[in-house]
């Protein structure tokens, strides 16, 4: 079981204010206006005394917001927390969807997005409370709109902030994998989000066309089917040329002390596949391919009336380390063009590109955030080498310092659907290994 931990006072003092506030964020995902959760949150920020706490108008996306506290000084460590402060949309959602109960709360983005920043700003006010105003360290936030990710406002977004001096980025929406078991989290996969488009024109009575006309619909899922081969490989040419698996060193370690990498399935309700690497390493450390959804139609439609005009696919592409999102679209293209018949036109589009990201197991701030999760956990934590959010190690480059992935929410979490959940515990827990990480940071710092 985890050891207490002394800021368990400071959470029970802020914890009603805190669900408040989660609530109140969750909830402005059923309006209109992108720019309401970064007015919250640079509210928040200022309500709790941190300077020059700006909104970041970007050109394209929803604004950033930036905000520190620099109360240690000159020789403190300059840690840099990143996180998404954007509501997920919830098609079809109400605000019934969005509660607290005995369990803890409700609402999509809730465990994922908004908890982890909270959970680390808090753990920061909460060890400077303790240190009567003079923490270890100095603590900057930098919440984006999770529509830059993927796109060219990141390096925009963190030029107009005007860090300064940054020694350790954390990112705080990442995947903490299991609620039982410390895991640490090396990296993040990239991603390449295409929309393939198949279309004939417009769209035409099916008791008239049936059979003399080709269905674009049909046409792309079949095409989408081909996208693997019968045992599951991806068929796009030279896609895995530069995805080399875990080493024997990284698949025995998620194992390690008898741990089960399969036990964070456990309580998620996932249709796992059989055979193979273990889920873990499938779900941290290899590439793949997945379709997240179809559309049909031109415009309105009379849909069981009709063969749709054109159809279109959401098809998200995850990389690993040493592979290339330039690389992959090119061979995507080429593999679509070796498809195309006459009659229908195939098109495809790049919604988002993101690069994956592999942070030194052995960088002394990773160090120190796995003796932190040791002292809270009382066992070393599994490394995970994939978890955090595609598209965020972007600032990791643009800032010059190496990124670190400390999330709150494990996969029985339900994350991202109208069922994610944050409980009480969890949340807690959450701040008190974020607050130890930042202590160790401190005392690494004292070190020299």
Same mark, same amino acid.
């Given at each position: ?164 001096? @940054? /020694? $350790? ?10 609620? !039982?078991?410390? %895991? *640490?989290?090396?990296? #993040? ?99 793949? @391919? /997945? $379709? ?10 009379? !849909?069981?009336? %009709? *063969?749709?005009?054109? #159809? ?113 515990? !969890? ?22």
């Amino acid at each position: 079981m985890p050891r207490s931990s002394r800021l368990d006072p400071w959470f029970d003092r802020r914890s009603d204010a805190l669900n408040s506030l989660l609530l109140d964020w969750a909830r402005l995902g059923l309006q209109d206006n992108d720019r309401a959760s970064a007015e919250l949150l640079s509210t928040y920020l200022e309500n709790q005394l941190f300077d020059d706490v700006r909104i970041i108008d970007t050109p394209t996306t929803a604004p950033a917001v930036f905000g520190q506290r620099n109360r240690a000084g000159a020789e403190g460590v300059n840690v840099l927390v990143v996180g998404l402060h954007d509501v997920p949309w919830l098609d079809g959602g109400s605000a019934d969807d969005i509660r607290l109960d005995g369990n803890g709360l409700i609402g999509p983005g809730i465990a994922s997005r908004f908890a982890p920043l909270l959970a680390h700003t808090e753990a920061y006010l909460g060890l400077t409370d303790e240190a009567e105003g003079t923490p270890a360290i100095n603590l900057m936030v930098l919440a984006i709109d999770s529509l830059s990710l993927g796109t060219n406002q990141i390096s925009t977004i963190v030029a107009a902030a005007e860090l300064g001096n @940054v /020694d $350790v980025i954390v990112a705080a929406p990442s995947v903490a994998w299991d609620l !039982r078991a410390p %895991t *640490i989290t090396l990296g #993040a996969r990239g991603e390449l989000l295409v929309e393939i488009i198949a279309s004939t024109g417009r769209d035409l009575q099916i008791n008239t066309f049936a059979a003399a006309t080709r269905n674009p619909l049909q046409f792309l899922t079949s095409t989408l089917a081909d996208l693997r081969d019968k045992n599951g490989r991806i068929t796009i040419p030279g896609f895995y040329n530069r995805a080399a698996p875990p080493n024997r060193a990284e698949r025995d370690a998620l194992s390690r002390d008898g741990y089960d990498p399969a036990r964070w399935l456990v309580g998620t309700g996932s249709s796992v596949l059989v055979g193979g690497p273990p889920p873990l390493e499938r779900a941290s450390a290899w590439p793949s @391919v /997945d $379709v997240v959804s179809i559309n049909a139609g031109s415009g309105h439609r009379v !849909r069981s009336q %009709t *063969i749709p005009g054109s #159809a279109s696919a959401t098809v998200s592409i995850s990389l690993v380390v040493d592979q290339r999102n330039s690389e992959v679209e090119a061979s995507l293209r080429n593999w679509l063009d070796s498809r195309a018949v006459s009659g229908v036109d195939l098109a495809l589009n790049v919604i988002a590109a993101s690069e994956p990201y592999r942070v030194d197991r052995e960088t002394p701030w990773v160090v120190c955030q796995a003796r932190a999760a040791k002292r809270v956990f009382n066992r070393s934590p599994i490394p995970v080498l994939g978890g955090g959010t595609p598209g965020l190690a972007e600032i990791s480059e643009a800032v010059g310092a190496p990124m670190l992935f400390s999330g709150i929410a494990s996969p029985a979490s339900f994350l991202d659907t109208e069922h994610e959940r944050l409980s009480t515990d !969890r949340f807690r827990l959450g701040l008190s290994l974020v607050a130890e990480t930042f202590e160790q940071f401190a005392k690494r710092a004292a070190r020299g």
